[in-house]
């Protein structure tokens, strides 16, 4: 079966990226690549947080870019991206080269909240107001990139993976 080179998973902090990820990536034989994490660990700090308070937004959305545009020729990976990387078009430009396929998980806001239980580690989550309006003004930007969308609520990780497959195995 001929599967997408690689699968990007976009999606609203909270949406299960990285879970989905997680699990899919060894169902299709497939390597697992955080965007988050590899972030991290370029900016020599120790959490998204960290890189928030001491250098800002824009130091990490330049990071989150290089990363992006270094990720643009790895293939058999599932990548699980950051909340805020459709907010430049470039980056999904770079994800989707070499025959990516894009998958928008798609989620409430309520079941968002409910999943999100440690603002700490979420530096754009911690005031309520401005997350829902942050959440409003990317759900069209998530759309707008996605090859496929899935809903997510009250649905686990399995699920979820299942229905992916689903869909990848009716495109091949």
Do not use: W
């Amino acid at each position: 079966m001929a599967y997408p080179s690689k699968i990007i998973l976009i999606g609203f902090m909270g949406s299960g990226k990285s879970t989905v990820a997680e699990q899919l990536a060894p169902r299709l034989g497939y390597t697992g690549r955080e965007m988050d994490s590899i972030i991290v660990e370029r900016s020599g700090l120790s959490s998204i947080p960290e890189i928030f308070e001491k250098h800002g937004e824009p130091f990490f959305r330049t990071i989150e870019s290089q990363v992006a545009q270094d990720l643009r020729n790895v293939t058999t990976a599932v990548v699980s991206t950051g909340g805020g990387v459709v907010t430049n078009p470039s980056n999904i430009e770079n994800l989707r080269a070499n025959g990516g396929l894009v998958i928008f998980l798609r989620t409430t806001f309520e079941t968002i909240c409910g999943r999100v239980t440690d603002i700490s580690s979420r530096p754009l989550f911690r005031d309520g107001v401005q997350a829902r309006a942050l959440f409003e003004q990317r759900a069209s930007v998530y759309e707008g990139h996605a090859d496929l969308i899935i809903d997510t609520d009250r649905k686990t990780a399995e699920d979820i993976c299942s229905e992916i497959l689903s869909h990848l195995e009716l495109r091949s």
